[in-house]
């Protein structure tokens, strides 16, 4: 591969945030286009519309002003099993037949006990 002594010149340009607030004042106004603002100011289309996306997600994030508090919770196990029932030691836990929440419900009553 040769080597060129031409200097490599940096094409992309860079657009200050008050171009871009400008545009994107213009692209929300009622009955504009953002192609058509693009073309006027020189800018691609695509560029526009990220443009649009960082700011609408900016916004977004924004909102998140504090973090959420957990509230204390107790529970009192005969409010949530009130017909429990109690299980006989030589019986099996689930009989055939019975609902599987039934024996679920059994086990969990059992355990906060």
């Known amino acids: 591969m040769q080597e ?3 200097p490599v010149i ?3 340009r860079r657009h200050s945030a008050t171009f ?8 929300e106004q009622p009955g504009a286009s953002v192609a058509a603002v693009a073309i ?8 526009v ?5 960082a700011k609408l997600d900016r ?4 909102r998140v002003t504090h973090q ?11 409010v949530l099993f009130p017909t429990a029932p109690t299980r006989e030691p ?11 929440n039934m024996h679920w419900r059994a086990c969990l009553a059992t355990l906060l006990r």
Do not use: C, M, Y
């Open 4 to 6: 060129s002594n031409f």
């Open 10 to 12: 940096n094409t992309r």
């Open 20 to 27: 871009k607030s400008k545009i994107l004042e213009l692209v």
């Open 40 to 47: 006027k100011h020189g800018v691609n289309a695509n560029l």
């Open 49 to 53: 519309f990220e443009w649009r996306r």
């Open 59 to 62: 916004k977004r994030f924004a």
């Open 68 to 78: 959420p508090v957990l509230l204390p919770v107790s529970v009192d196990p005969q």
């Open 90 to 100: 030589d019986k099996p836990a689930h009989k055939e037949g019975q609902p599987w």
